[in-house]
C-alpha cells in the first residue's frame, strides 16, 4: 500500500471513494445492499460509469465494483493532493476503523490493524501515520473533520480523529440515526416518475386542516417567544381530566424522553427494556453513557414477565412501547396489571403510546390514563394520528412531583409557538382524527389480506403499520430493494434488531394497492422463503 502523500486518483473519484467502496464491499453481508447503494450512490456515480452502470445493484456487482476499485487505488502512482483530499483520506481510514466484523479485510487492504469493542484504531500504522504527519501537532479542521492532537494515545472514533479528553468513549462509540429513503431520492435513484413513502408511519391524509390553520394564524407572532408548552399543558388537561402539574409537553415525544434521562438516571443506573422496540431510548442511554439491558420479544410481544424479572437494584427506568414499533403488538390490561406489581417505587415506568389513538378501541389496551401510579410516565404525540410529524410536538402525563422535576431540566421555550398552537387546534380537530382512524382501519384489513394472498405471515397490529417477517435476512433484503425499484418505500429493521422484517405503514387506498403489487412482483421473481 502507498502511503497518502503518494497516492494520486485519476478516474474523477477521490482516494476516499475507493477506500470507502473497498469498506461497503467488507460490510455488505450485516446492512442490505440497497442501504449501501443509496448512501454511496451520488460520490460513485463516476466510478459506476466506468466500471459498469448497474454494478451497484446487486452484491455480485457491488464485489465487482470494490475489487475494480482496489486494482486502480494500488496501482496509482505518486503526486501530492491538496489538503482536503488528504484530510479526506484520514476521514476515509477511520470510517474503515469503525467498522463491523466483516469489514476487516478491507482494514488489512489498505494496512490497517484490529479495532476495539469502541471501534478505536491508534496512530501505529504506516498509512495513518504518514496522513496523520501532514498535519503536524497543531490542530486544523475541514468542515465536521477534525484533527486534533497526533500522539499514540490518539483514538479514531466514527469518522473522526479526536483527543480521548475531548469525547467520552460511550459517546464516539454510538452511531448516529439513519432516516428512512427519501421519495425524491429514490426517484432520481431508481429513474421513477413516480414512488410512495411507507416507510415512516405518517399519516397519508397529511396534516389536520385545523391544525394548519392555526399554525397560519400564528405566524405573525414568530417574534416573539414561546411560552413553553403551557397554553397546550392547559387543554391537555382539560382534555384528559388531570391538573395541568401533571402534564408536559415537549419537542416531540423523544425530546420529553431526553428531559427524563437528564433529570433521573444516575450514573450507576440502568435503563431495562425490550429488544425489537424503538431505538429512541437506547440511543438516549447510550449518550449519558448508563447500560442500556434488553430481554427478548416472546411472540413479537413485550415480554412483561421477563423485564420483571430482569429487574436490578441499578435499574432505574423500564421503558414500555405500547403499541410496540415496529412489531405492532400491544400487552393486554391484566398482564400490565401483573408487571407494575413487580416493579420498585423507585423505578420509573416509561410508557410510549405514540400509537395509543389506533389501539384505544380495543378492550384489552391498557391505556395508561386508567393507571395513574405515582412511578408510571405516559409519553403521546402528534406525529402519527394527527399528521403533525414535522411540527415536532409530543406530551407527556405523570405525578406532579415528577413532572416539576421534569420542568425544571427541560429546555425552557420547547415546544414552538407554532407546534403549540398546532397542538391545541389538532385535539379540536374530531372529524379529522375519525377520518385517519377510519382509513387506517380500512387500509390495515385490506393490507394483511393481501399480504396473506401472498403468502406472507404478517404480524397482526394495532397500530397504522404491519411488520412482514421472511425466513431470511437476505430475503428481507431483496424484498426490500425489489420495492425499492418499483417506487414503494418500505422500512428495513436491521436498526431494529429485526433483520428478517420489513415495517409497511398504512397508506392511502391506491397506496396499499401499489404496495401489494409491487410485493407480488418482488415475490415471483423467485419463490418466496417462508
Known sequence: MRHARQMKVELGVSLHDFIEIRAVAGVRQYFPVQLLEHRYVRRFGALRGQLGGDALQNETGLDQVAHGAETHLR????????????LLVVEAIASLAKGSPADAEARQDVGLGKKSSFGELTAENSLLEDAVGLFGERAASVGALTISRHDSNDTIYSGYIVDMKLVPPYI????PYVPGLAVDDVRRLYGLERAVKLSSNENPLGPSPLALEAMKATLGGVSRYPDGGFALRRKLAERFGVKVENVIAGAGSEGIMADIVRTFLGDDEEVLSSEGTFAGMRVLAQSRGVAFRTVPL???????????????DKTKLIYLANPNNPTGTIFSRSEFGAFHRHVPAHVLVILDEAYFEYAQDNPAYPDSMHYRWDNVITLRTFSKAYGL??????????HEDLIAMLLKVKLPFAPSTLASAAGIAGLDDREFLHRTLEINASGMRRMMAGLLELGLVPVPSEANFVMVPFATRKRAAEVFEELLRQGVIVRPLD??????????TIG????????????????RLEPALR
Not at 464516539?172 to 452511531?175: F, L, N
Not at 436498526?495 to 409497511?504: E, F, M
Open 495 to 504: 436498526s431494529y434488531g429485526l433483520p428478517l422484517a420489513l415495517r409497511i
Open 172 to 175: 464516539a462509540a454510538m452511531e
Open 508 to 523: 392511502t387506498t391506491e397506496e396499499n394497492e401499489l404496495c401489494l403489487q409491487a410485493l407480488q412482483h418482488a415475490l
Open 75 to 86: 496501482n496509482q502512482v505518486s503526486a501530492p493532493r491538496d489538503r482536503f483530499e488528504q
Open 298 to 312: 416472546r411472540d413479537w410481544r413485550f415480554d412483561l414477565d421477563a423485564i420483571a424479572g430482569a429487574i436490578t
Open 389 to 398: 410529524a414535522a411540527a415536532r410536538i409530543g406530551y407527556g402525563f405523570a
